[in-house]
């Protein structure tokens, strides 16, 4: 009907592939196509390709799409943003030129905070600049992971009232979740990116004295490996897991989280936490993440400061813990598989 008000998402196109990194953006998107939104797509960029012909690539996908943007908004329309995006560069020029000329409500949904992060490099540090410091203040709301993230988004010049926490990643998956053979065990699961740079610290698992399985890409230890149960897909995985708690650390560490992966920790939500819950996995996690206190007050876990106490926790949890744990697991399991938390966020900018 013309006239009648309109919601967009940003998407980005990704290709399917056995990590995470895909599935919480794609999720994102199926959400706001359940409610009813439009897309305007960004296309995969050619990764494979020489930075020359991906800088082209890239100029002419933003431009084109930022021209559609702009051409199909209508006042009183809103935009969804999926934070951050290729083309920051090209948002930060097209966002404020398109919100001179039409009132469109434009909304950031950070996935990540680059800036954040130590160590990496030089031109990736320039562009996380753009992407956090000067195109996310231009957005006019911000879907946090937390308050913690909060709290540093305010520092940099965000208001605290166009920003709203969204508490935990969710994590769709239609299929029915395997029931977890209990039998008083305490196997553990780690699932995600395996490299030694991001996590080092499954290589000295061994030595813990912990019943463990891991779980994805970039495996780099001796194959086969009794542990190692391989890579998935996201929307396979849930279906291979077998175990009773998942694990949220990051960093080459056993004591702490260490490194630039294991500080953001302290930031962001982990997606993998999303996957254990929604697997109706208790989550262990260090005491110092941001999540940390979700899985305290939401009793669906066990916090720790030092993975070499793991063992002795472990044996601490009872079987009454463990199935009060579970119960609370499914509740908060089964909104996270239907898009619970990205819905309540976006109706409380209505």
């Known amino acids: ?3 009648e008000k309109m919601d967009y998402i940003i998407e980005v196109r990704n290709k ?3 990590h995470a990194g895909a599935k919480a953006p794609d999720d994102i998107a199926e959400i706001c196509r359940r409610r009813g939104m439009k897309s305007f797509v960004i296309p995969p960029m050619p ?10 690539v890239l100029l002419i996908e933003s431009i084109k799409v930022w021209i559609h943007i702009a051409k199909t908004v209508k006042n009183g329309d809103r935009v969804i943003w999926q934070h951050p995006a290729p083309g920051v560069r090209y948002a930060n020029r097209f966002i404020p030129w398109i919100k001179k000329r039409k009132k469109v409500e434009f909304i950031a949904l950070i ?6 992060r130590d160590g990496i490099g030089q031109q990736r540090k320039s562009t996380a600049i753009i992407a956090d410091l000067k195109l996310l203040p231009r957005f006019d709301y911000v879907i946090s992971h937390n308050k913690f993230m909060s709290e540093y988004l305010h520092s940099i010049g965000i208001s605290s009232e166009k920003i709203v926490n969204l508490e935990i990643f969710d994590y769709l998956y239609n299929e029915p979740v395997p029931e977890i053979i209990r039998n008083n065990g305490k196997k553990v699961i780690v699932a995600g990116n395996l490299t030694r740079e ?3 610290y499954v290589y000295k698992l061994k030595e813990l004295n912990v019943d463990m399985c891991l779980y994805g890409v970039n495996y780099e230890g001796d194959i086969p490996d009794d542990i190692y149960k391989g890579a998935f897909s996201p929307d396979e995985l849930i279906q291979h897991l077998e175990g009773n708690f998942g694990l949220v650390w990051d960093g080459t560490s056993v004591e702490k989280c260490t490194g630039n992966t294991g500080a953001y920790l302290k930031y962001n939500n982990p997606h993998k936490t999303s996957l254990y819950l929604a697997a109706n ?6 005491s110092q993440a941001a999540m940390a206190d ?5 009793n669906i876990g066990i916090v720790i400061d030092d993975l070499h106490h793991l063992s002795e926790c472990l ?3 009872s079987e009454k813990d463990y199935q009060e744990m579970q119960q609370n697991v499914r509740m908060i399991g089964k909104k996270i598989r239907q898009g619970y938390y990205f819905n309540t966020a976006l109706d409380a900018l209505k």
């Open 1 to 3: 009907m013309k006239g």
């Open 16 to 18: 399917g592939e056995a």
């Open 47 to 56: 990764f494979d390709k020489n930075l020359f012909y991906r800088q082209f």
């Open 111 to 116: 996935h990540d905070l680059e800036t954040l």
């Open 198 to 200: 991001k996590s080092g």
């Open 281 to 286: 996995l208790p989550v262990i996690i260090w």
């Open 294 to 298: 979700f899985v305290k007050r939401n």
């Open 315 to 317: 044996k601490g949890v």
